[in-house]
């Protein structure tokens, strides 16, 4: 698989057409994209993951729902190994990424096929918007071209596609604080598909935008979903929005999976059943009142 | 009570505004809970003033050590007055000379900075405790302590043996110890970055440096050009002074002047000084606002 994706990087030079792409998810099609099993961790005694296991398909847009503090950034953040979790095994693509709080020698090149979308976008502000988009290349270039970010044509190419696939092309040489918040996140998106990234985990994408630029970026995720066949974790605080956008949600409270299912089974119910009285935050709040009408 | 009307008739002070009252807010038990936890006691009082007292004392006792003494100065103005008046009019004859010591004191000062920057930026890598562990941190940072404790002078006298008379032992000595500020400023930028945009650089699957590359740099740049040219102009006037001691520039001149009572001379060279830092600085500043 990770072969695959190599020679996949190799190919492209400038856009991969979407026929490609299809070809692509065709043959990624029916193997669990991430496998997670037992996952455990705690920060400073009080546990923040406990035993969770999850399956996620290839192509697949999942939702990861709870309040504040219920470990979804955390479960986020261990499946491309930015964290550690202490017991359990994380895969990608059938490949280890983490076992055991043990990271694996290939976790680099594993996590390169994973792109990552921040709450706080975090692009690098004083580089250029096409720079940003840029990095998402860096795993596969050598440290003299990175120390003189020495960028071939096709590969600025290929970004300048990514920029143009989210529907920001005439920002490309802005300095990327320039951007509003909308904008950098869509950065950040293209930021992911400059990678190849063939799974897209965003921890909280739309939480710091306004209504109409979280519609937009939330519509692009399930785009990219649809026609690329990009895997999708995305965890959201706001049900209106799970219940909009993903077909299958998983609900975490205190580090442990309380439902993991078709988004149509989690009505109110069962959301005041799993969380009491804190539901009305994932019902209530941010840009609900958009959807509600 | 009167009340300012705008042009539609609706006013546009606010009674409470135009008396100068302010509205009550409801006093909880809460708030008179809160109040009586305020734990700054007698004790604490009583430190603060033992702090200003030993702050005190410590100003005393450095002004005895350091002799400083009013009448002192009183009495000898009046002499001052009349040696003050030696330096003037300043003597231009050899203005050509200096100003060739004043280029080679700029070129000391030019490569002295480079070639601590050049050393300062990965050793302040090594020197920041949000990118390295502290076995590497610690050792770095005592080098840098080591490097920044030494004066220019001290370095120059040692290098003057090492390498011999001239402006090589002041470009050294101003390296070493510019090595030692820039290194310790350099880092200090470094630990106050955002980790979220090294963590998004992270999460593409970049290795270590380039993460260092593109995630920290850019954000720290802005701050290392303006430490860098700041330190350039105090170097300048260090390279200054280094002749003094046989390692080149300016600072031979003046000091030989000196010691031939020519004072007139040494008031052109010191004219010079202040035209050329004055130059510099303004160099520097409209370098630094292109910069960032």
């Known amino acids: 698989m990770i072969e695959y994706s190599g020679n996949l990087q190799r190919v492209v030079t400038a856009v991969v057409s979407v026929e490609q792409k299809r070809q692509a998810s065709h043959r990624l099609a029916h193997q669990p994209a991430v496998t997670i099993t037992h996952l455990s961790k705690a920060f400073k005694g009080i546990p923040a993951l406990q035993k969770v296991s999850l399956t996620v398909q290839t192509g697949e847009m999942v939702a990861l729902v709870g309040a504040s503090g219920s470990g979804k950034s955390t479960l986020l953040r261990t499946i491309n190994g930015l964290q550690l979790a202490e017991k359990g095994e994380v895969k990608i693509f059938d490949t280890s990424l983490q076992n055991n709080g043990q990271l694996y020698s290939k976790s680099r090149h594993l996590r390169s096929q994973v792109g990552f979308i921040f709450q706080q976008f975090n692009l690098v502000n004083r580089l250029s918007v096409l720079e940003n988009v840029l990095i998402g290349h860096l795993s596969q270039i050598s440290s003299f071209r990175s120390t003189f970010r020495l960028f071939t044509k096709a590969e600025k190419t290929r970004a300048l596609a990514a920029l143009d696939r989210v529907g920001i092309l005439t920002q490309a040489y802005k300095r990327a604080a320039l951007l509003s918040g909308g ?111 | 009570m009167s009340l300012k009307r705008s042009k539609n008739g609706r006013s546009i002070t606010s009674p409470w505004i135009a008396e100068g009252k302010k509205y009550e807010l409801p006093i909880s038990d809460a708030v008179l809970d809160m109040q009586g936890r305020d734990r700054t006691t007698a004790k604490q009082i009583g430190w603060q003033i033992a702090f200003i007292a030993g702050l005190l004392g410590l100003l005393y006792y450095s002004a005895v050590v350091s002799e400083i003494d009013l009448f002192e100065l009183l009495e000898g103005g009046s002499t001052m007055g009349e040696y003050i008046s030696r330096y003037f009019p300043p003597d231009f004859t050899d203005s050509a ?78 390296f070493v ?83 031939s009572f020519d004072y007139t001379k040494v008031c052109a060279i010191l004219i010079i000084l202040i035209i050329s830092v004055g130059l510099i600085d303004a160099g520097s500043a409209w370098l630094r606002k292109r910069f960032i």
């Open chain 1, 183 to 293: 904008q950098q996140q869509r950065v950040a998106i293209a930021r992911c598909l400059m990678q190849g990234a063939q799974i897209v985990l965003a921890d909280e994408p739309i939480a710091s935008l306004d209504p109409e630029s979280a519609r937009r970026v939330m519509e692009l995720l399930v785009d990219l979903n649809q026609e690329r066949g990009l895997t999708v974790i995305t965890s959201l605080h706001q049900v209106q929005m799970v219940r909009f956008y993903c077909d299958r949600s998983v609900a975490l409270r205190e580090g442990v999976v309380q439902f993991d299912g078709r988004t149509a089974e989690l009505d109110d119910n069962r959301l005041s059943r799993i969380y009491g009285a804190a539901a009305e935050e994932l019902v209530q709040r941010g840009h609900a009142e958009i959807f509600s009408s």
């Open chain 2, 177 to 259: 110890h510019t090595t030692g500020i820039l290194g310790k400023l350099f880092s200090e930028a470094i630990e106050n970055i955002e980790v979220g945009p090294i963590e998004g650089v992270r999460a593409t699957g970049a290795s270590k440096f380039q993460e260092i590359l593109f995630g920290v740099i850019p954000q720290v740049i802005p701050l290392w050009i303006s430490y860098t040219l700041y330190r350039f102009e105090s170097n300048v006037r260090s390279a200054t002074v280094l002749g003094i001691v046989g390692a080149g520039g300016i600072g031979v001149s003046l000091y030989q002047s000196f010691r």
């Open chain 2, 97 to 174: 000379s200096y100003l060739d010591d004043i280029i080679e004191t700029i070129g000391m000062g030019i490569w002295g900075t480079l070639l601590a920057v050049i050393f300062a930026a990965p050793l302040a890598i090594f020197a920041s405790a949000n990118l390295c562990p502290v076995w590497i941190v610690q050792p770095t940072r005592r080098l840098l302590d080591a490097m920044r404790a030494i004066n220019e002078i001290v370095f120059a006298l040692v290098f003057v043996v090492a390498v011999g008379l001239g402006p090589f032992a002041g470009v050294m000595a101003i």
